[in-house]
């Protein structure tokens, strides 16, 4: 028996009775994050990081959650579990399930950058690895952080000079949090629309530092208003277009994403600048996390997976896909009938998926 296998539910552990990620209600929920694609409500039990609970609890609500820190062996029926640091978001995981001497590790969401916000990606040892693929293709080669915030204070600074708000758009959870901490904030006020600021309060009060935020509903009087001539505004993506954007006339915009490489990405977003910016590993980064968790056999999933596998297949691993339609279906709000494929035995074909998140 397989230590993990691919059930209607989601990603399922036979000896220890629970689901890793699952994406239908279950009785026992391992989380990697709390990202809406990988933490759903409607589970009767949770189990996740320890730092994750703030934002779990804010955007899921009053569920029951067992916490563990990174590296705390929780036993669960006959298998052994464990968080390991994804470097991710805040809180995210590497989930290590260790059944009769068998290891396998799901690593969830990771990146290998350095990211002030949260707890560095180690990596953890396996028999067998499943890895996230988005951006698996050679293509995705992400600039320095130190370079890509260099890139976006002069990016600040030069309209702060001229007097014109900066608007960054970026995913209220884990990438705002990361502009905010590597920004200068010397440059000028930051503004954050309310869904980045609820989550800007759980990274607080986990002990994450950040630079002090406005709110617009802070900065009513006409005075403060027009102290935020030289901001930088922080806003989801569901903001741009909307009213609340008219509190900052005469902005330039920008859109923070890995997506931002590819050609054409920054005209069909309608921004001014792209800043290729991802909370996902790059090419070289899923690369340099495959080899170093010493697996025999390597699974990719959620994004590129054929492409990373065949990669790997092609210098003697042996790499294989399971299918995540039903996943991507509603990740993306897509209806998708299709029931998800039985993850096969090493050395066993596999149905490929190319479907790509949000990243």
């Not at 869904?195 to 403060?224: F, I, M, W």
Request: aromatic share 8%; with cysteine.
């Amino acid at each position: 028996m397989a230590v993990l296998e691919l059930r209607p539910a989601g990603l399922y552990c036979p000896a220890g009775d629970f689901y890793i990620d699952p994406w239908r209600p279950v009785e026992r929920a391992v989380l990697t994050h709390a990202h809406a694609d990988h933490a759903r409500r409607g589970h009767a039990r949770y189990l996740a990081q320890r730092d994750a609970l703030g934002v779990l609890r804010a955007r899921l609500g009053p569920v029951s959650i067992d916490a563990a820190g990174y590296g705390e062996v929780t036993t669960i029926g006959a298998a052994r579990v464990s968080l390991h640091p994804a470097g991710h978001v805040l809180g995210s995981s590497q989930v290590r399930v260790e059944v009769a001497g068998e290891t396998w590790v799901v690593t969830g969401d990771y990146k290998l950058d350095a990211d002030p916000t949260c707890t560095a990606f180690e990596p953890v040892r396996a028999h067998v690895l499943i890895t996230e693929s988005t951006f698996g293709l050679p293509i995705y080669r992400w600039a320095p952080p130190a370079r890509l915030f260099a890139e976006i204070d002069d990016w600040w600074r030069g309209n702060a000079a001229a007097g014109r708000p900066s608007v960054v758009y970026a995913y209220a959870f884990g990438k705002a949090q990361r502009i905010l901490a590597g920004v200068d904030a010397s440059i000028g006020p930051i503004v954050c629309h309310g869904a980045v600021e609820v989550l800007n309060r759980c990274y607080r009060e986990a002990g994450v530092r950040l630079p002090a935020t406005l709110t617009v509903q802070g900065t009513a009087r006409s005075a403060d208003r027009a102290a935020l001539a030289g901001a930088l505004v922080v806003a989801p993506p569901s903001a741009q277009s909307t009213p609340w954007l008219r509190r900052f006339p005469d902005a330039s915009d920008a859109f923070a994403s890995g997506w931002m490489q590819l050609r054409g990405a920054r005209r069909r977003r309608s921004v001014d600048r792209g800043f290729v910016m991802s909370d996902h590993a790059d090419w070289p980064g899923l690369l340099r996390a495959i080899e170093a968790s010493g697996a025999a056999c390597v699974y990719a999933t959620h994004g590129y997976a054929a492409a990373l596998s065949r990669y790997l297949c092609d210098r003697g691993l042996d790499a294989r896909t399971f299918d995540t339609r039903e996943f991507d279906a509603q990740y993306t709000g897509e209806q998708d009938a299709a029931a998800p494929a039985e993850l096969p035995a090493p050395g066993e074909d596999a149905r490929p998926t190319e479907a790509v998140a949000d990243a």
